[in-house]
């Protein structure tokens, strides 16, 4: 729980320890607002507590607050009443606090919501929040940047676990009951074919990362297409390197797809081979036909959810749900040129290519 001054501290403990249930605060509830602007990978994670909810909840009005570069993910969203696009670009410079008070109005209108989860945890999250109207407001234990002082109560979770384990604890302190398995979890995204889809057959690889140390070198993308025959694959994401004297069989879609379309093409693919990235959880989400590539990051927390996926650590590859704790942990290195060829030699294997 974030450190406040004492004041602060008991009042808030003792609003946790008097308030009413979360189980009877939601079979009150007629309007729900899900604050999750960000990152791509959290708002996925994400989706499988607010179905479970919704399920429970069929009547339940569901908005959802998203960063406007996220939001188009859940449109369609038969679990959602509203995705409200929260403008983060615009929130920066001296007229920041004033245009986020401008835009926060839509919180409460029409009218205010009777409960809130903020599954973000940060101050940002906790203002709106308190802006929102709300009677109620729950929050996860490991919140940071004080957003716990707008919570009224607050969800116990492990913070080493994965995202999406955490936030399905705030489904079980509401009375609703877990599904067995990760089979029993619903991602519902937003699909988009695009005009001109590439052809059958298909091998997709996201080969870079926002992230420090998570993305492939050009070097290696060559030599994944080059490794990979006559196989078609897909190259998709954003940024990178230039991309120069590709393969035939290559499909260069980096920067040319939508969020709506790189979910189509992965749920299209024979096969999605990604880095530790926000699209890997995507391609997780919508099916275990994924290996994901690890340098330096720990798959048991920020790996793929489905344990049937593959993971790829420090030249060992294992299934999602059986991968070592200590290589897990420990510090890795992205696979040299070698180990890329040996990677796409084991990923058409998997896709029944070889």
């Avoid at 339940?60 to 996220?70: D, M």
């Avoid at 709300?134 to 492990?158: M, N, T």
């Avoid at 999406?164 to 089979?183: F, K, M, S, T």
């Avoid at 096969?271 to 989400?285: E, K, T």
């Amino acid at each position: 729980m974030p450190a406040f001054p004492k004041c602060w501290q008991s009042a808030l403990n003792s609003a946790n320890n008097t308030m009413p249930g979360l189980a009877r605060e939601l079979s009150n509830a007629r309007r729900l607002l899900v604050i999750k602007p960000s990152s791509l990978g959290d708002i996925v994670h994400a989706l499988p507590a607010v179905a479970l909810i919704k399920s429970a909840m069929p009547g339940l009005e569901i908005r959802w607050v998203a960063n406007e570069e996220f939001a188009p993910l859940l449109e369609g969203n038969p679990d959602l009443d509203e995705v409200i696009p929260f403008p983060r670009a615009r929130m920066r410079g001296p007229l920041a606090p004033f245009r986020f008070l401008k835009w926060s109005r839509i919180l409460s209108l029409p009218e205010p919501p009777d409960l809130v989860i903020d599954f973000q945890g940060l101050m940002r999250s906790g203002l709106m929040a308190s802006r929102s109207g709300a009677a109620k407001v729950f929050g996860l234990s490991d919140a940071r940047e004080c957003a716990g002082f707008f919570h009224h109560q607050r969800v116990e979770v492990d913070a080493d676990a994965h995202a999406v384990d955490r936030y399905l604890e705030v489904v079980r302190a509401l009375g609703i009951e877990l599904p067995d398995g990760d089979d029993g979890l619903c991602f519902k995204l937003n699909l988009e074919k695009p005009e001109s889809p590439p052809p059958e057959g298909f091998v997709l690889l996201h080969p870079f990362s926002r992230g420090t140390g998570k993305s492939l070198s050009a070097q290696s993308v060559l030599a994944f297409c080059e490794a990979m025959g006559n196989c078609p694959v897909v190259l998709v994401g954003r940024g990178g390197p230039k991309l120069d004297c590709l393969p035939g069989n290559a499909h260069d879609w980096i920067n040319a797809t939508s969020l709506g379309q790189l979910a189509w093409l992965m749920e299209s693919a024979l096969f999605n081979v990604s880095v530790d990235s926000g699209p890997a959880h995507m391609a997780a989400a919508l099916g275990e036909n994924l290996l994901a590539i690890h340098g330096w990051s720990d798959p048991l927390k920020v790996g793929p959810y489905r344990k049937a996926a593959w993971v790829w650590k420090s030249g060992q590859l294992s299934r999602a749900g059986a991968v070592d704790p200590a290589v897990a942990r420990g510090q890795g290195k992205l696979p040299d040129i070698a180990q890329i060829r040996q990677i796409a030699s084991q990923v058409r294997e998997m896709a029944g290519l070889s």
